[in-house]
Nanobody, 113 residues
């Protein structure tokens, strides 16, 4: 059974950095796109960034220039490197693979002084 596991979240001060990981078991990783989403308390889940099979990247306007999405097909893992974090980035972050219908458990990111 294919599993998707997010990790790397935590508590960070404004202006700090974190790198989230999205590990996907099985042999589907390299044949699909990966997207990161986030959901803040009381808000709908929103798209953050995406990376295609060919490593083309796209970002939501509110993170452009601060976040970087990447993928390592050999490690079947995608990453979201987040710099200059702001309190409004506080949310549970989820990744999604285009070949999977399910979501992982997410990883909590809290930006606070």
């Amino acid at each position: 059974q294919v599993q998707l596991v997010e990790s790397g979240g935590g508590l960070v001060q404004p202006g700090g950095s974190l790198r989230l990981s999205c590990a996907i078991s099985g042999n589907i990783f390299s044949v699909g796109a990966v997207d990161w989403y986030r959901q803040a308390p009381g808000k709908q889940r929103e798209w953050v960034a995406g990376i295609s099979v060919g490593s083309n990247r796209a970002y939501a306007g509110f993170v452009k220039g601060r976040f970087t999405i990447s993928r390592d097909n050999a490690k079947t893992t995608a990453y979201l490197t987040m710099n200059n974090l702001k309190p409004e980035d506080t949310a549970v972050y989820y990744c999604k693979h285009s070949q999977l219908n399910s979501w992982g458990q997410g990883t909590q990111v809290t930006v606070s002084s």
